[in-house]
């Protein structure tokens, strides 16, 4: 990328005019214009295998909403919709580079190479995390808002300081702006200038609660200016936009250029989770204006104009994420064996004295009582 | 037009941390770098526990040390005072004055291979991390079922007994030892501020490192040879196998997480108590022993996990207890004490446990203060009270 176009100052920190696309709803391809970095739009190889994760990430959220219906997860805050910011944001990143999910980002998750069965055990009651976020540089999908990109933040000063150049990715949604964590998320990397970049998924929701109440800035992406950082904006259902404005931000963290904040405009599809009932709180014809600007028709309709996406190779993308989906379906509805000296056994390193006690008392009870067939009961933990 | 432009306040490339312009810190008076005492010297608490800092740092490039005002000034309480002068901006420096930020940045960092020793400037100043401290820092082990663990300290000074104002004295640590997850310790020596924090630096879980301000400048002699032979070159307790994890064995002999101690003998009654509250309870027991009754005191130090078998060994063998805590007794350390006792020693005891502690009301103005601590007095009216006649 052409370093000496880009803007010092000020103008570098605020947001382009208008959010980055580069294209638009029916696939046409978009002129640069009044963009404040000289993005550049990815290539159409580097889109087609894109939108072959769009393709898998849609039918995982499909899938996943079936096996809640089926009773065999308890919940899903599904990101249909927003799959593009999802793939964007583990295509932009190395494999030595960290992803910082929340509870929507599964698809993110699996992008970056998570097993689904293994990332869906937490949705599915067995463990907290369902995977080893040592594996895929992945940390746990985090719940409590916002405090999750302070441990970004805490990675990424650890590589600076291992002399790494390893770049650190954190999401969160547009509500999780107003939590505390946020502000001294963002201002720490700022201030210790850490190779972060925020990836704020604007989906118009917080639960029940539009943007409206939770922000009076002219848009997400000029907070950044407050903490020092460049903040962009960018249309979240546009992959090529979000690729070309991720990857400059994770450029720029990697040469040393410190953090970013992405503000990806986009909407959430359905309701907050299955347990939510969106139509209390927006009209269908609100959620019917988002239906076409999809990320996934967009992309494709550019591809078969540029020659890449004919039925066959639709056809066997389709292919490819139907067996994904039907492998997590398998998974899914397997039987779990859950061990019940788990409870303890991963508190601390060592289990305490007191943990060894109770861990006794269970295996003890669960020996005793008639119906027990739980196999490794006796004992307690060893 | 060039690319990123640089804040001008980041003189040294090299330095990713809180680094002063080259100007002030020439202004400034160079703060000395942490002396290397050894053999024995008479240390006061604070100065203990900022040896056993520099002596961990030392041993191992990977602990860390941040916090409100620690570097450039040593910390409020000097604790951390020339760890920067020595060891340089990027492994003690200070931070941005948002305590979730510190907390959530430590557990990123710990998850990215450091050993981070926090300070909270104060106990009430340590709230706004709760919620890291509660829904991270206490539950990443679990939930990634022991494959993401955080060896990190959370250093914070507590209780009362200085005449601080409000917010500088409050006993937090039922907060704390409530949460599963978390270590929690609480020297009341000398000795015990050395080892114990090295001890915590060292642990592979998170340690909430309670630090009574009252004894901060109470001064003892100590071996400091004699300690520093407890750890390794890299830092681990010498008694740990090397391993530490596999073993599957109680914790090493060497480490004190998990003990307590006798810290004074005594054959009547055992008063039971924990970092500030110890002090008062060696002189209650002198006093004691001046009208011819000989009183135990246990140091329970370790409060999680708490050692339930020295604790009770020692009430078996007097047969009354009192337990003496600053907190407010209600739902409180103390109150777990008590009935971990009474549900232990039951066959054992002459009369009920007996709990003097704060009284349940916030943290009072200094001029209150006397009335609301545990005092010498109230321990002595309370082991009066243990039912002699029988
Ligand atoms: C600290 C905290 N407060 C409240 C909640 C409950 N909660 C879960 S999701 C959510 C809305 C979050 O909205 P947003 O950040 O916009 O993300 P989205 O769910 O739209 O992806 C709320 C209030 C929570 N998880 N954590």
Redesign the pocket.
Known sequence: MPQNTIPDGEALLLPSGEPIQMIDADGGAVEQGGWKEPYVRPDDARLLSGYEHLVLGRRINDQAGALVRQGRLAVY?S?HG?EACQVAAAMVLGSEDWLFP????TVAVLARGVDPVAAFQMLRGSWHAGYNPMEHKVATQA?????QLLHAVGMAHAAKLKGEDSVVLAL????????G?FHEALNFAAVYRLPVVFL????????S?P?SQ?TAAPSLAHKGIGYGMPGERVDGNDLAALLAVLGSAVDRARGGGGPSMVEAHTY?MQS??NADDATRYRSDAEVAQWVPRDPLTRLGRHLAAAGLLDEDVEARIAAAAESVAARLRDGLNAEVEVDPQDLFAFVYTEPTPQLREQSAFLADELARSAGATIENAEGGLR | MTTVSEPEFRTDPAAPAGVPSEARAAAAPAAAAVERLTGVQTLTFAKALNLAMADAMEADSRVLVFGEDVGTLGGVFRVTDGLTARFGTSRCFDTPLAESGILGMATGMAMGGMRPVVEMQFDAFAYPAF?QMV?HVAKMGNRTRGQVRLPLVVRIPYAGGIGGVEHHCDSSEAYYVHTPGLTVLTPSTVADAYVMLRDAIASPDPVVFLEPKKVYFSKAEVDLDALRARYTAEGAPAGESSGGHDDGGQAAPSSTIGTAVVAREGTDATLIAYGPSVATAIAAAETAAAEGRSLQVVDVRSLVPFDDETVCAAVRSTGRAVVIAEAPGFASMAAEIAARVSERCFHSLAAPVLRVTGFDVPYPAPKLEQFFLPSVDRILDAVDDLQWED
């Open positions: 805050p990101s927003q929340t509870y929507r980002d719940t409590p808002l916002a405090t969160c949604g547009d509500g999780a702006t107003s939590e964590d704020i998924q604007n989906n118009e929701f917080a639960i609660v943007l939770q959430r907050h989770t | 919620e829904s």
